[in-house]
Structure formats: structure tokens, C-alpha cells
């Protein structure tokens, strides 16, 4: 009995990995690259999303020297090259002129939104960074779809960090730990009270 109660908590957790659909990629940028030493220098940006409902949030993180203060801007311009259909409703993922305002000093900073193009992309997908408009890939230096954050401190000194052209990254699956651990406790309670009975 405890071998059955054990192997179906071991299907069930590898179940729930194999068809997980929280997905996530991120990218790294570089350091020291913000347009003036007073604002925030960009760290990595990271999206997890449900590609069942095209849910998302966003993550931005900075360095610890420079962090995130007082209004900032985000634009976000991606596309992922290996949609089934590479067209602008599948592949091309934007958030852009996000004002989002801070009451206090902080490394990290998210949001959350919704888009519809997310619920076609997969594990193993690429996205890149800098597309032009409908999705199409672009290695423009300088253009409106880039992706970028801004740090409004005393206009008109703003201090911009652009994300690297054309960076690569690949979504991955998120496993759903909660599911193997709330299956596991029950296989523990189980046996628990199979051995009471026993006894």
C-alpha cells in the first residue's frame, strides 16, 4: 500500500512538471552602461506568464550602487522567433510608456498585465530583445521599439539604460513545487495512519 501511495505522489509531482504552463525568461544587462551616474542602473529583467491566460509580471531589478527611486519609465519590446505563426498578434510582446512611481528607495520593482500573444509561446521558445513594429527583429541601433528603462529625476535630467540589442532568451518552465509538497504531506498522513491501524 505505502508503494502505490508513493508512486502516485511521484506520477503526480513529474504530471504537474511535464505540463506546468507558468513560463519564464529574463535578461541581463550589463553595469555602469545608465546615461548619468544619478540614476538607476538596470540589473536584469525577468517575465513570468501563464500561457493559458496571457498573464504576466514583470520583475526589474537594479544594482545595489544605483537602485530604483522616484518616477521611473518602462518601455519593453520583445519577440519571440519561434511562434507557430510569426505574425504580430503571436509574437510580439509590448509594454511600453509604464510610469510607475516610488514612494521609497528599492532594487526590485514589478508589475503585472495581460497579453494575449503569451498564450502561444512555449518552453523552448526564443525571444529576443528590440523588435520593430508587428514583431519583426531589429538590429536598428536606435528606434522607438526598443526596450529601455528611464529614471525621472529632475526633468529634464533624465538617465536612460537601454537593454542590449537583439540579447537572446529562452522560456523555461516554472515547476509548481506546491502540488508534489501538498501530496506529499498527504502520502505522509496516509501512512501514518495505515501504520496506526496496523498497530
Same mark, same amino acid.
Given at each position: 500500500?505505502r508503494?502505490?501511495?508513493? !508512486?502516485?505522489?511521484?506520477? /503526480? ?7 506546468? +504552463?507558468?513560463?519564464t ?16 542602473d ?11 491566460t !496571457? ?9 545595489? +550602487? ?7 519609465g518602462?518601455n519593453? =519590446? ?17 509594454? =511600453?510608456?509604464?510610469?510607475? +512611481? ?5 532594487n ?5 498585465g ?7 509561446? &512555449?518552453?523552448?521558445? &526564443? ?13 536598428? *541601433? ?5 526596450? =529601455? ?8 535630467? /533624465? ?15 516554472? *515547476? ?18 495505515? &501504520?496506526?491501524?496496523?498497530?
Amino acid at each position: 500500500m505505502r508503494r502505490i501511495l508513493i !508512486g502516485a505522489a511521484l506520477a /503526480t509531482c513529474l504530471t504537474s512538471n511535464v505540463g506546468a +504552463e507558468i513560463l519564464t525568461f529574463s535578461f541581463i544587462d550589463g553595469t555602469n552602461d545608465q546615461t548619468r551616474q544619478t540614476g538607476a542602473d538596470l540589473l536584469s529583467i525577468s517575465v513570468i506568464f501563464d500561457n493559458i491566460t !496571457g498573464a504576466y509580471t514583470t520583475t526589474l531589478q537594479s544594482t545595489a +550602487e544605483a537602485p530604483f527611486k522616484g518616477k521611473i519609465g518602462v518601455n519593453a =519590446n520583445l519577440a519571440n522567433i519561434d511562434t507557430p505563426a510569426y505574425v504580430s498578434w503571436q509574437a510580439y510582446f509590448f509594454d =511600453n510608456l509604464r510610469t510607475i +512611481e516610488l514612494t521609497e528607495t528599492t532594487n526590485i520593482v514589478k508589475w503585472q498585465g495581460t497579453a494575449s500573444s503569451l498564450k502561444y509561446w &512555449r518552453v523552448g521558445d &526564443r525571444v529576443v530583445t528590440s523588435s520593430d513594429l508587428f514583431g519583426i527583429v531589429s538590429d536598428k *541601433p536606435i528606434h522607438t521599439f526598443g526596450s =529601455n528603462f528611464t529614471s525621472h529625476l529632475d526633468f529634464p535630467y /533624465t538617465s536612460t539604460d537601454e537593454m542590449p540589442r537583439l540579447a537572446v532568451a529562452t522560456i523555461t518552465a516554472i *515547476p509548481e513545487p506546491s502540488t508534489c509538497v501538498l501530496m506529499s504531506m498527504g502520502v505522509a498522513s496516509l501512512i501514518s495512519l495505515h &501504520r496506526r491501524k496496523r498497530a
